[in-house]
């Protein structure tokens, strides 16, 4: 939307002497439906939004800039700062990038330790999603209820790593002494997975009879498979308009799990909820199977030597999708570090699914994607006023 198009705007029909009023709806900085700063601007025309801008950048914190001419090892440990809810996708991400750059072979052990830690964050990012989902929905009941299933991941993350947030399992080279699986952590991550399978079918199945909710997000936020390819959708977020698209199947470390690629047809916000239902329900099989093929052997290879390498790059899919990471090694230290998060992709695609809703449908649709906004708030690009 250009600057005339700001605020009000009467349309004259040239074959009818309607008059048309286009109204601008601002939200944000801070919006009660996301904990995070963003700001939206809806062009309305009789509370049917015709156009829609999101603007991020807000809570900037240059995490790239800093992390330049770090020492490798204290710059993967930064990089958990990019996301509270996925950290530990990106320290592992930024270890993978040394690690394939430096040629170093992780330990068997370490690989399936770092399965299930993803996976556990899997299932409490998804988990998270849902109860907002639910709180954005207005539906306070459901929201706690997740938030209580959650608990039990979130325990058990702590368990592993020593935190709630930032475990900071990965280091180049394999995972943390303290995050080695004897017996009792063995067992007590079997029974939470137990638990969480419990509640969550339970929650599912009261989830999907409610024909109150089932009407609200049904058909709302609707966005094609052609939409979501062309806007650069990915993760969940493509995959419920049907495309079957898993970084996970590309990953040599996931090779030696079954699970199934989810997928909806409708990619409206139904299926987006339903994705990371069923997502879950994956992420279990694939912890069982971590646990009960856990190898014998050590955890962190230190054996490795430093030395320079150049441009190294690291995909791997992440709760929202596929995650990037890349930099340069000098001297030990971390030049030209990228980072680039499945947000960044996904909140434009939510700039068009909103687009032909009713004004009180806008905010679900955003969120839909799950969006992180501070994911996407790390990087400043300086250019020159006078070129």
């Given at each position: 939307?250009?600057?005339?198009?700001?605020?009000?705007?009467?349309?004259?029909?040239?074959?009818?002497?309607?008059?048309?009023?286009?109204?601008?709806?601002?939200?944000?900085?801070?919006?009660?439906?996301?904990?995070?700063?963003?700001?939206?601007?809806?062009?309305?025309?009789?509370?049917?939004?015709?156009?829609?801008?999101?603007?991020?950048?807000?809570?900037?914190?240059?995490?790239?800039?800093?992390?330049?001419?770090?020492?490798?090892?204290?710059?993967?440990?930064?990089?958990?700062?990019?996301?509270?809810?996925?950290?530990?996708?990106?320290?592992?991400?930024?270890?993978?990038?040394?690690e394939k750059a430096l040629d170093i072979e992780v330990p068997e052990r370490a690989n399936y330790i770092r399965?299930?830690?993803?996976?556990?964050?899997?299932?409490?990012?998804?988990?998270?999603?849902?109860?907002?989902?639910?709180?954005?929905?207005?539906?306070?009941?459901?929201?706690?209820?997740?938030?209580?299933?959650?608990?039990?991941?979130?325990?058990?993350?702590?368990?592993?790593?020593?935190?709630?947030?930032?475990?900071?399992?990965?280091?180049?080279?394999?995972?943390?002494?303290?995050?080695?699986?004897?017996?009792?952590?063995?067992?007590?991550?079997?029974?939470?997975?137990?638990?969480?399978?419990?509640?969550?079918?339970?929650?599912?199945?009261?989830?999907?009879?409610?024909?109150?909710?089932?009407?609200?997000?049904?058909?709302?936020?609707?966005?094609?498979?052609?939409?979501?390819?062309?806007?650069?959708?990915?993760?969940?977020?493509?995959?419920?308009?049907?495309?079957?698209?898993?970084?996970?199947?590309?990953?040599?470390?996931?090779?030696?799990?079954?699970?199934?690629?989810?997928?909806?047809?409708?990619?409206?916000?139904?299926?987006?909820?339903?994705?990371?239902?069923?997502?879950?329900?994956?992420?279990?099989?694939?912890?069982?199977?971590?646990?009960?093929?856990?190898?014998?052997?050590k955890i962190t290879n230190r054996t490795w030597e430093m030395h320079d390498a150049p441009i190294t790059r690291?995909?791997?899919?992440?709760?929202?999708?596929?995650?990037?990471?890349?930099?340069?090694?000098?001297?030990?230290?971390?030049?030209?570090?990228?980072?680039?998060?499945?947000?960044?992709?996904?909140?434009?695609?939510?700039?068009?699914?909103?687009?032909?809703?009713?004004?009180?449908?806008?905010?679900?649709?955003?969120?839909?994607?799950?969006?992180?906004?501070?994911?996407?708030?790390?990087?400043?690009?300086?250019?020159?006023?006078?070129?």
């Open positions: 939307m250009d600057e005339d198009n700001k605020g009000n705007r009467n349309v004259s029909s040239e074959n009818s002497k309607q008059t048309v009023i286009e109204t601008e709806i601002a939200m944000g900085t801070v919006h009660p439906a996301a904990l995070e700063p963003y700001r939206v601007r809806l062009f309305v025309e009789d509370e049917i939004v015709k156009d829609a801008e999101i603007t991020i950048g807000i809570n900037h914190r240059g995490i790239e800039r800093i992390m330049e001419g770090l020492p490798v090892e204290k710059a993967n440990s930064l990089t958990e700062k990019v996301c509270g809810i996925c950290s530990n996708s990106h320290i592992w991400n930024s270890c993978m990038v040394a399965i299930i830690m993803e996976e556990l964050e899997r299932l409490h990012s998804h988990l998270l999603y849902l109860a907002h989902g639910n709180e954005v929905l207005g539906h306070e009941t459901f929201s706690m209820r997740l938030f209580y299933i959650r608990e039990t991941v979130m325990e058990l993350l702590r368990m592993i790593g020593g935190n709630r947030v930032q475990y900071g399992a990965s280091v180049i080279g394999g995972v943390r002494p303290r995050c080695e699986l004897d017996e009792m952590r063995i067992q007590k991550i079997l029974e939470g997975m137990d638990t969480v399978e419990e509640k969550l079918t339970a929650f599912a199945d009261r989830f999907v009879s409610d024909p109150m909710i089932m009407s609200r997000i049904t058909g709302v936020g609707v966005l094609t498979q052609k939409e979501a390819l062309e806007l650069g959708a990915t993760g969940p977020t493509l995959r419920a308009t049907g495309y079957e698209q898993d970084l996970r199947r590309e990953m040599s470390v996931y090779d030696p799990f079954e699970f199934d690629i989810i997928t909806q047809d409708g990619g409206d916000v139904k299926s987006n909820l339903l994705m990371r239902v069923f997502e879950c329900f994956e992420s279990i099989k694939i912890i069982r199977q971590a646990i009960a093929g856990l190898p014998d052997g690291s995909y791997i899919e992440v709760p929202r999708g596929t995650l990037y990471h890349s930099y340069a090694l000098e001297d030990g230290r971390v030049r030209g570090s990228i980072i680039r998060t499945p947000s960044i992709a996904n909140i434009g695609a939510m700039q068009h699914a909103c687009i032909g809703h009713h004004i009180t449908d806008a905010q679900l649709a955003i969120v839909q994607c799950d969006p992180c906004f501070t994911c996407t708030d790390r990087a400043i690009k300086i250019i020159r006023l006078d070129e």
